[in-house]
């Protein structure tokens, strides 16, 4: 599964790695009745679509529920500035076995493995789901020949 890219430097080739190596924060912007909202999940990229996860009652799945149309960025706030951004359709995943191993990915992917966070995370996994954002239309920017 791939993406569609619209702008930019970067091939599919070079976003994906981008979305593979590079472990910032992914700024998701959803949409509510008093406005836009962004915030900073952790996230993964499988097969073509960004993975992060969040409570089911948090006000990030309600937005979600109302309108699945979000906007994303992953890049570093340090130079040289790149990275990618784009919109996307966001689905709530309950699958347990999916919320689970995208969990236990998140965890790793972080850093955050045998720490009292990813006990925690563990502890709450019941009332967690997965949240897929796929048909991902994508843009990079890098200025680091500029740097």
């Not at 999916?98 to 009292?116: A, F, H, I, K, W």
Request: some cysteine; charged content about 25%.
């Amino acid at each position: 599964m791939t993406f569609d890219v619209f702008s930019g430097p970067w091939a599919t080739p070079d976003i994906e790695l981008w979305f593979t190596n590079t472990v910032v924060p992914l700024r998701l912007a959803t949409s509510g009745n008093s406005g836009p909202l962004v915030q900073s999940v952790w996230f993964e990229y499988d097969d073509g679509a960004l993975w992060c996860a969040t409570q089911d009652q948090s006000v990030l799945a309600k937005r979600i529920r109302r309108d699945d149309q979000v906007g994303w960025e992953v890049s570093p706030d340090a130079p040289p500035y790149r990275g990618v951004r784009g919109t996307g359709r966001a689905e709530l995943v309950n699958d347990r076995s999916r919320v689970e191993l995208v969990l236990n990915r998140l965890v790793q992917r972080y850093g955050q493995s045998d720490t009292p966070l990813a006990t925690w995370l563990a502890s709450r996994i019941d009332s967690e789901v997965a949240v897929r954002i796929c048909d991902l239309r994508v843009s990079s920017w890098d200025y680091s020949p500029r740097m």
